[in-house]
């Protein structure tokens, strides 16, 4: 267990449904970050949320809409998804040091979706 | 733009067979360079961070390198629980932005 936790771990859904994918931290870091995996492409990151602000919005479209209402959790809210959505979605978190240099992400287990 | 590359995309070992993974980097201003382990269907597990030219890290039979253009991760005599995607990242600048490559899938027969 690395200390993010992410449920669902499945999710199939329609074209049409509205769904949400929640992420939890219990490390106490200060940032947060989604990511999108498909099969054979690099992890492509999707939005990052510093102190619960977002700070990079990967030029991802608006059918994903993610929500951080505090340092621990992390929402992905998912309407009108097309089918070349289906992925691993993957959540991370770490401690931003302004200090120090590159600050280690730690990863969730995932939520495996699938767009009909 | 910052870029990694992995290679080779897979690698079959036999038990015990030592080998090297290769990433090559062009990331501005590198802060950290990341090495994780993915199962299948599973999130990243991290292996190391190696943050200046010249530095090693090891752990069990892995062991991570870094010069300025590539980082390389070594196995030695590997095991059939050592099979797995390895991830290389980047960070560079002043974001928090991880630059990944695409990974290398090792699998080790007993």
């Known amino acids: 267990e ?46 990052v949320y510093n102190f619960k602000e977002q700070t990079e919005n990967n030029s991802v479209p608006s059918r994903f809409s993610p929500e951080c209402p505090n340092s621990s959790h992390l929402f992905l809210h998912l309407h009108t998804l097309q089918p070349e959505d289906s992925a691993l979605y993957l959540c991370a978190s770490s401690q931003e040091n302004y200090e120090e240099s590159g600050d280690t992400q730690y990863f969730g287990p995932g939520t495996r979706l699938t767009v009909l | 733009e910052d870029q990694v590359t992995q290679s080779p995309e897979a690698l079959r070992l036999q038990e015990g067979e030592s080998s090297s993974l290769n990433c090559s980097y062009t990331v501005s201003g590198l802060r950290g360079l990341f090495w994780y382990r993915q199962d299948p269907g599973k999130g990243p597990e991290f292996l190391f961070t190696l943050y200046s030219a010249g530095e090693e890290k090891e752990k069990e039979r892995l062991k991570a390198t870094l010069t300025k253009k590539e980082s390389f991760l070594h196995i030695t005599a590997p095991k059939p629980e050592d099979s797995a995607t390895y991830l290389c990242a980047g960070a560079g600048g002043s974001n928090y932005k991880l630059t990944f490559g695409k990974g290398t899938l090792l699998t080790v027969n007993p």
């Open chain 1, 2 to 47: 690395t200390g993010v936790t992410q449920t669902p771990r499945h999710l199939v859904m329609g074209m049409t449904n509205k769904k949400s994918l929640k992420c939890e931290q219990h490390l106490g870091h200060n940032a947060m970050y989604w990511y999108k995996q498909s099969a054979k492409k690099p992890l492509e990151l999707m939005f």
